[in-house]
């Protein structure tokens, strides 16, 4: 017994002992030499491998980093969208462009509650899957479909539904603005912004750029595109694309006029500070809906009874 | 009776409910504007060439297919174009749509043969018979809408030797083409011979479910009575199974033959036509008429008075509902087209279209899903899959989106046909799952041809 147990160490224990003498050669022979300064860019940058940046991973922008450093002398066009370049060009011993963070914002206020639902859906919870079967509950062509495929492909843990209004809610301290989630959305509704200075930030939240009284049938909170804002405008940051207003981020200087004088709240602007008692309401925290809708804009459907009970099923 | 002959793989067997079948076709009223959506067909939608104002005739063509899949639309209606704009589809998302208000008097375009009568002399040589085709619009009736004249052209190099017409009708509730095929015998059997000077073959096969006897015994009497007239159509009965009108399971259980992964039906030497469609070919090429109008089949359990009704397109949806006795109140689930393919609507006033073969009203009993629960791997799936797939697997790896197994799996030959979701004891949306994997697959597929 003791025989059998001795026998099985020491054939075993001098098995090991050749085969890690071979290895120690082989590694030696085949040793791949790698810029050690790879190992240190890549520290420097967050290691979860969104892909964000448009490379395979960390590792891989950081190798592209060296490479070209190397090569031109800079790193430009190569940046983590979720830090700040400066500490790469540092360890490769150069300067970087400033660093402007970005957030991704959710360009649809159609909640349960301002674009109600009309039908009842039952199918696969797969938005792309979703988007090619129907309009969305509310009847919005261009609105979330909240079934969340921005959810499931955030890397951050910065996405979540909220269940009350049926949206998905960017997290402002997770979210590092990848832009994973605007690739994922089949509409087109995430964007990626600067979060801008004071983490102040003006956008329309809508997407839909049918006609105005397209948008009002469905939504009491949908941009009508009634140019208001356009005129309102000091820095000539905003845009029409359609039907559908647009704030430029690199013009906008964060004045907040706009969100004023939209007559349908489309226009959030984030982190301002509360609103004085006589002042226009103006809400700060997490984009919220400004003004309640008016009466006269909730949705009106000859055949609402109809609609409401249909189901749509795959 | 020719015997009976099926599909092998796969199939299921829903439960009938031809409630329509006995009830005669019925022309439906026009209302005073109708709504003609441009994209009517699979492919790229028409092109408007009319503008607001103008006089429209009937049958006038209104917009130009553009691109090679694509079909002409023409007015349903004389009258007055009241608008170009959108219109909500059924699927509830904007479409471009001619508005036309209509005149009380129908006054035909010009060159339109308005008789009733059998025309049995075809004046057309086979070119010309594809080119009416495709003047006229005409598309496959049976839900899919692809253009017909792009069936008809036989490429170079292949030989049809079969058309074969889909009467199958093998999904349950409709019975638009049973009732065309009693009400239209001698017509339709004209549209065949048509067809088979088109494609340039003297062989026409009918498939029909045994469930349609009567139509079986009509056309069969009909083709002995004038044997020279329909010589080299013959009726073939086929075994009452979901999905017999299947493109390639009706050319399998006819012919034998397969078509291969990825091609298409013409591989085997058929040309499938729907039974509506054949109809439609015959009223273009003997009396010029464009499609304009279909047989639409309104009908659910609870429906009042369901009904077969001749329809123009652009009619909204939902005065057919009304003219089958409104809506019953245990209605939770609108179906524009069969209960195992069609699609639930999200508005019921959508106009109704080359594609429209009925409108279900489902009750809450029959609709509802029933509580999804694990897959328990029993394997029905795949035995239900008339393409010989294996849809638990599609399922599983469409939802973790690795569209490199689905190809390998041939996910791209799905028919989508829903047989594997009916069978399926756990309740899992199995065809929504292969759906979104088919649409992702095709577009990886297409991306990387065009490199």
Redesign the interface.
Known sequence: MSNTLLISLAVLGILGGILAVILYFVAQKFKVEENPLIDEAEACLPGANCGGCGFAGCRALAEACVKQAAEKGNIDGLACPGTDMGKVAAVLGLTAAAFEPKIAVVRCNGSCQNSPS???Y???D?C??AN?????KG?C?KGCLGLGDCVKKCNFDALHIDEETGLPVVDPDKCVGCGVCAKTCPRGIIEVRPRGKKDRRVYVCCSNT?KGA?VVKNCSVGCIGCQKCLKECPFEAIEMRGNLAYIDPAKCKACGKCAKVCPRGSIHAVNFPAPKPEAPALQGAEPVAKPQPKPEAQPVE??TN??S?????? | MNPIKTFKKGGVHPEENKLSAELPIQDFPMPKQIIVPLGQCLGAPAECIVNKGDRVLTGQLIGTAKGFVSANVHSPATGTVAKVDVVMDHTGYYKPAVFIDREEQDEWVEGVIETDDLLTDIKLDSKQIIDKVKECGIVGMGGATFPTHVKMMVPEGKKAEYVIINAAECEPYLTCDYRLLLEKTQEFLMGVKIVMKGVGTEKGIIGIETNKMKAIELLEKTINEHKELYAGITVQPLKTKYPQGGEKQIIKAITGREVPSGKLPIETGCVVVNVASTYAIYEAVQKNKPLIERIVTVTGKSVKKPGNFRVRFGVPADLLIEAAGGLPEDITDVINGGPMMGKSVSVTNFPTMKGTSGILLMTLREAQDRRQTNCIRCGRCAGACPMGLQPFLLHKVAKQNDFDETEKNHIMDCIECGSCEYTCPANIPLLDYIRYGKAKTGAIIKARNQK
């Open positions: 009309k039908v009842h039952e199918g696969a797969i792309a899957f090619t079967l129907y309009a969305g009847g062509s049918d397209l000859a055949k109809v609609e009970e249909n189901t749509v099923i795959a």
